[in-house]
């Protein structure tokens, strides 16, 4: 039966008797394998996790869950974040249903519309600034210290605890960790809640080994890599336009104490990947998401061997939060024809 997140991995959670337990249908999401890209992917034995299939579309549900629980415990009645999009779609649904009013800062430009669409559907105070995320981040850092108001972004370490459990269940289906995770980074917080998780489930023995994190930022926004703050982050993926991400040190940990790398891949390679998951994998993702898979294919293309290996790549979002991006770049030759048997059947023969 479906339980969600915060009763699955209570015992791993950072739950009172105090802490409310409620699920929107986050987390248990699929962990499915490659059809097609296997083969070009020296033949690995490989798998997507589709975080696209949770209630908001994104990974961000599972962390948003345990941190609004959190919130309701402290009694607290107001939620805030900074977004690139995900963040401020999932604040708004967990707000909603648990009766919190939710402010999101959002960037004025290079949001992605569904994600907009969702916050405002669920009835959040959107503030769109005159500015990018980083600077977004700064402002509700400094509104949290001074209101009574709890921050939802993953500096608030419940988002993290309850983003874990993604990695616990990709170790709950696979009977032991992957040897490599590709993972997109944007502010850097997803993989290190997965490093968390590996690491926790390796120490009770749930899992027997741990996978190399293999974190891909976007060329625009790579800061990580360059080792330098980007001040302005640029990239199609509009998820991971960050220039200073918050978990930069977990992010590096994650690296260095798994053996992995933390890289970036270009526009055209994120776009590469975003159209062959489509195509060829039936998996329709936002551009962000696809930087796993364009790691894996740049790694993979510069001759590292990956046969027989497990791989997983974590696919963050849905591909329906950026109708704009896919209509912009699939080009999508849409015949119109009029209601004629025989014209149909010409259209069909040459399709
Ligand atoms: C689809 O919503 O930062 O490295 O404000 O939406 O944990 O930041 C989103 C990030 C990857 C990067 N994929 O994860 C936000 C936000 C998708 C995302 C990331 C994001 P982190």
Redesign the pocket.
């Known amino acids: 039966m479906f339980t969600g997140v915060l009763t699955r991995y209570k015992e791993f959670l950072p739950i009172t008797e105090d802490t409310p337990i409620f699920t929107l249908g986050e987390g248990d999401t699929p962990l499915v394998r490659s059809k097609n890209l296997w083969k070009q992917i020296g033949h690995s034995e490989l798998y997507f996790k589709l975080?696209g299939c949770n209630p908001t579309g994104?990974?961000?549900d599972r962390g948003m869950v345990m941190a609004v629980a959190k919130a309701l415990e402290e009694r607290s009645s107001t939620i805030v974040?900074?977004?690139?999009?995900?963040?401020?779609?999932?604040a708004a649904a967990y707000g909603a249903y648990c009766g919190l009013k939710t402010i999101v800062l959002v960037p004025k430009t290079g949001v992605a519309t569904g994600?907009l669409t969702q916050a405002l559907a669920y009835g959040a105070r959107v503030l769109a600034i005159d500015g990018n995320?980083d600077q977004a981040l700064k402002l509700v850092r400094s509104l949290a210290d001074v209101q009574p108001i709890t921050l939802v972004?993953?500096i608030n370490p419940n988002r993290l605890q309850g983003?874990k459990t993604a990695a616990f269940e990709i170790v709950d289906n696979l009977g032991d960790a992957p040897d490599y995770l590709f993972?997109?980074?944007?502010?850097?917080?997803?993989?290190?809640?997965y490093w968390m998780g590996f690491r926790e489930y390796k120490k009770i023995g749930r899992a027997a080994r741990s996978p190399h994190m293999m974190g891909f930022q976007a060329e625009g926004a790579a800061p990580i890599v360059r080792g330098e703050i980007v001040a302005s982050p640029e990239t199609v993926?509009s998820?991971?336009r960050?220039g200073n991400?918050a978990?930069w040190k977990g992010?590096l940990a994650a690296r260095d104490e798994s053996g992995g790398v933390i890289d970036a891949v270009s526009d055209k390679e994120i776009l590469e990947a975003y159209k062959l998951l489509a195509q060829f994998e039936g998996i329709f993702?936002?551009p962000?998401?696809a930087?796993s898979l364009a790691g894996l294919l740049k790694l993979s293309r510069q001759g590292m061997p990956f046969e027989d290996k497990r791989i997983v790549c974590v696919i963050?979002?849905t591909g329906l939060?950026d109708p704009e991006i896919a209509t912009r770049f699939f080009d999508l030759p849409i015949q119109g024809l009029p209601s004629d048997l025989s014209t149909i059947q010409k259209a069909v023969a040459n399709a």
Do not use: D, R
């Not at 974040?81 to 999932?90: H, L």
């Not at 993972?183 to 809640?193: E, K, L, M, S, Y």
């Open positions: 975080e994104s990974f961000k974040c900074a977004s690139t999009g995900n963040t401020s779609a999932s994600k995320f972004n993953s983003q993972i997109p980074v944007g502010n850097a917080g997803n993989i290190t809640a993926a998820a991971l960050i991400p978990s992010a993702c936002e962000a998401s930087a963050t979002g939060k």
